[in-house]
């Protein structure tokens, strides 16, 4: 794969998603387009961690596998697929535009818990 393998969104800790270079160029891709509206959108909002504290609150024990599949479908309408498909064709893999819209996704339900667990909003055992 290609790509600075280091790189990460504020506050992500690389523990659930590993590497987050997709999204580095999901972000690239968008802004080259013209499309900050689609940047906006791949970015974490207070909204976001509200939804989380309180799907937290509501559930007391979640399994994280839940949790991701549940923010990936939250996340789903915000992330453009052909946007998305050009990013992974940077990042070196060629997949479907779904598969890539479904990819960036993950990785933005995998960042707002890595940030959650950061700001104290939820702790994974």
């Excluded at 690239?28 to 937290?56: K, Q, T």
């Excluded at 839940?66 to 915000?78: A, K, M, S, V």
Aim: glycine share 10%; no cysteine.
């Amino acid at each position: 794969m290609s790509g600075e393998e280091g790189w990460r969104p504020p506050f992500a800790t690389g523990r659930i998603a590993g590497g987050y270079e997709p999204l580095k160029y999901y972000l690239e891709v968008a802004r080259e387009r013209g499309r900050e509206d689609l940047v906006e959108r791949a970015l974490l909002s207070e909204e976001d961690f509200e939804w989380l504290r309180g799907r937290i609150a509501e559930a007391r024990r979640i399994r994280l596998l839940d949790l991701l599949d549940e923010l990936e479908d939250r996340f789903l309408e915000r992330v453009d697929p052909e946007v998305a498909r050009e990013a992974f064709k940077r990042y070196g893999v060629e997949i479907s535009s779904g598969d890539a819209q479904h990819r960036i996704a993950r990785l933005l339900a995998s960042w707002l818990v890595e940030a959650g667990e950061e700001w104290g909003h939820l702790r994974l055992g």
